[in-house]
């Protein structure tokens, strides 16, 4: 067969790359052309070609990068046209680039200039004003207006040429799940400042380095003005900082990944230890008895309870080996609060099972004859909080609520509504005479001390049956984080504890040590009263 009809008989073929290539057909027929055209060339000048089919597809790249890049130079020139068009006539540059492709291109790269250099951008080329017009309008001088210009106009030059290439996380986002510990804000901060989907992934990409908006804005394809606002926001509220153009997240990021590598860990632990744990808690639960307190508890909150507990002051006496960072060290924030966010998770699938954390939320008030009283409530798979209440109320008013039905005095009936979810979820019942009762435990300021010393021996006798396995599953499974993230908390070190205590439960759950009723909940409460 002659060598240029073997050629064309690839013409279909060659079309469709070409097309899937350039995606317009114009441009897709004119690739075909110049491919052989260039390969003619090569035969008439007593060349052979030897594959044939490999050899034009090598040609139309070759091709279609020169088409690419004659393209993008072409945007370079910001004089090619007038920004503020208001009509749509195709006029096509001598390249052969259509006006609105250049359009498109400035205004997007004007989109993703920093504030600084996009109001005078706009204003000067979009707006029509004069150098002098934007000087007044910014409180600024002339000569800062042309050179702000003279830098916008070679950031959106370089910003063309360059073409970021898209990220995963502008067109699939992550979603960022927060791990805070310490003493939250009058309005639970920092759990609300985090509101939509761009400072989730503001943060998730700011992570690794300090990087500039500028670059947040590109990757995430959304003009800087609302990337500005959303790291305004962050850095405002101290989940980022900044540092000369840049901005970074000032927390650890994790992964699911880890979080299912950890799960894994832990349970593989639990497997090999609960048998041990178990006699430990057995004999701590003998202990409860001979101090007469918890008797309202029935096993399965004794078990939650004394698991809970134990395994606090095992990580608190870690934190102290490791030389962790204190809760009483947090960094006292704007909001009121002083806390620290342990970690963020990113979430690349929802559905991924997770780690179940554990809280204990203490509250606190004094009555009007100065008693004082804390209410603590664990928060556990199976023993509710009461955050999970679908209210608005003050939580301490709660507890007073519950305060006063325990110690059956006179309570405020404009809380009354709550009734039905303290019910649901156990914290009080009904008797008899259809008289609202509550069985959580009363403890005296002597006997919470004398528990808290009983709960840290046992706590001891823990880390001498399990100390040594336990530490080394806690060092290989330790966050690793970027050097200039300060301050850290101590659960970077120890987040394999995080979560431990659930799983220990599912264990004795399993092999029949507790029983747990479907669709019942547990809750863990208690009350100290310091009279």
């Known amino acids: 067969m002659d060598l240029v009809q073997e050629m064309l008989k690839y013409a279909d073929y060659l079309y469709k790359k070409a097309f899937a290539l350039c995606g317009e057909e114009n441009d897709a027929k004119d690739l075909v052309q110049e491919t052989y055209l260039s390969a003619l060339i090569f035969i008439k000048k007593g060349n052979d070609i030897q594959n044939v089919k490999s050899y034009l597809l090598q040609i139309m790249k070759n091709k279609y990068i020169d088409m690419y890049n004659k393209k ?10 007038n920004v503020n068009t208001g009509n749509s006539e195709s006029y096509v540059s001598d390249t052969g680039l259509k006006k609105t492709e250049v359009v498109n291109a400035i205004r997007r790269e004007l989109a993703y200039l920093p504030k600084i250099y996009r109001e005078v951008m706009i204003q000067y080329y979009v707006e029509k004003k004069s150098v002098k ?67 989730q992934n503001v943060l998730i990409l700011a992570y690794e380095k300090p990087i500039p908006i500028k670059t947040i804005s590109e990757k995430l394809v959304i003009p800087t003005a609302f990337v ?91 934190s102290d080996v490791f030389s962790l960072l204190r809760t009483t060290d947090y960094p006292d924030r704007p909001d009121g609060g002083k806390w620290i ?20 939320n203490r509250y606190l008030f004094t ?39 325990r110690k059956e005095e006179k309570h405020d009936h404009s809380m009354m509504h709550l009734i039905n979810d303290l019910m649901r979820f156990n914290f009080i019942y009904k008797d008899e005479r259809n008289i609202l009762k509550s069985d ?33 599953m806690v060092m290989s499974n330790s966050i690793k984080y970027p050097k200039h993230i300060s301050p850290v908390s101590y659960i ?40």
Not at 441 to 467: C, R, W
Request: contains cysteine; charged residues 25%.
């Open 341 to 360: 966010i342990s970690f963020g998770c990113k979430r690349d699938n929802v559905d991924n099972e997770l780690i179940d954390f554990v809280y204990i």
């Open 367 to 405: 009555l009007s004859n100065s008693c004082e009283v804390s209410v603590l409530i664990f928060d556990t798979p199976i023993s509710p909080s009461l955050v999970r209440l679908s209210t608005n109320i003050e939580l301490t008013d709660v507890c007073k609520l519950l305060y006063f039905i």
């Open 133 to 199: 017009e934007v000087a007044s309008n910014l409180n600024i001088s002339s000569n800062s207006v042309l050179v702000r210009l003279d830098r916008g106009r070679d950031k959106v030059k370089k910003g063309i040429y360059k073409m970021e290439p898209l990220v995963a996380n502008s067109f699939n986002p992550d979603h960022l799940m927060l791990v805070v510990d310490g003493r939250l804000g009058p309005n639970n901060e920092p759990n609300n400042i985090i509101t939509n989907m761009i400072e």
């Open 228 to 318: 500005e606002e959303a790291v305004d926001k962050l850095v405002k509220n101290e989940f980022m900082k900044s540092v000369g153009s840049k901005v970074y997240t000032n927390f650890p990021i994790i992964d699911d990944i880890f979080m299912q590598n950890l799960l894994k860990a832990q349970k593989k632990y639990v497997d090999k230890t609960y048998k041990k744990t178990n006699v430990i808690i057995t004999c701590l639960l003998e202990e409860y008895k001979k101090l007469n307190i918890f008797n309202e508890f029935n096993k399965v909150q004794l078990y939650l309870y004394s698991l809970t507990t134990i395994l606090l002051y095992v990580r608190n006496h870690l």
């Open 492 to 531: 970077t070190k120890l987040i394999f504890m995080k979560g431990l205590s659930p799983i220990y439960s599912k264990k004795f759950i399993e092999k029949g040590i507790i029983t747990v009723e479907k669709d019942i909940n547990y809750p863990v409460a208690y009350i100290i009263e310091n009279k």
């Open 440 to 472: 959580i435990p009363v403890l005296t300021h002597t006997e919470s001390q004398k528990l808290e010393e009983l709960n840290k021996d046992f706590a001891m006798k823990y880390i001498e049956v399990l100390g040594d396995n336990l530490k080394e």
């Open 72 to 81: 993008k130079n072409s945007l370079l020139d910001l004089k090619l046209i």
